[in-house]
């Protein structure tokens, strides 16, 4: 099989898992897989901030964190997650 047709398999399959994913919030695994191969422990509140995303455009640490009544450090580290889970980049940190 050529290299380039199994990069396109893996893609796929990354996509397929990301869709259960966003099918079933509540039951996804509570470790997120970084594109750059590193796993990161997925805040409990994930599925939630994942909600409060689909809902806005742009969302803010400071609006997140408003959201769910949890501290901007906690909401930017839920970002940072929610973008290793290729959900998105939309949002801004505050600073």
Known sequence: ???S???ILKKLDEI????KGLENPNT???VVQSSKGGKVERDPLFSKALEIM???DE???KMLADALKIDTK???AILDQLELAGFGTCYTKEV
């Open 5 to 7: 047709v199994k990069v």
């Open 16 to 19: 397929d898992s990301r869709l």
């Open 1 to 3: 099989m050529d290299d």
């Open 28 to 30: 996804t695994d509570s």
């Open 59 to 61: 969302i803010s640490s």
């Open 54 to 56: 689909d809902k806005h």
């Open 74 to 76: 906690r909401a930017d």
